[in-house]
């Protein structure tokens, strides 16, 4: 898989004292429950999250299991 096919979204919303994130994927690219992305700021990794939903259209809810994320940030997958 290239950088270009990878899972890529975005931090839309930050729950800091509940530790949870609200990201948007594009269309067609939700990822799975459970899963494991990197949170990435300027290209520089801060954050790691779980998938633990619901999910409502093209957004979904995480965990922030370590380090920090703020509205904006990317969000992959950790290669």
């Not at 269309?27 to 999910?55: F, N």
């Amino acid at each position: 898989m290239t950088a270009e096919q990878a899972l890529r979204g975005r931090v839309a919303l930050v729950n800091a004292q509940a530790r949870t994130v609200i990201l948007n994927f594009p269309i067609g690219w939700m990822p799975a429950l459970e899963r494991r992305l990197g949170v990435y700021r300027q290209g520089v990794k801060v954050g790691e999250v779980k998938i633990t939903g619901p999910q409502m259209d093209c957004n979904i809810a995480a965990d922030l299991i370590s380090g920090e994320a703020q509205v904006g940030d990317e969000v992959r997958e950790n290669y």
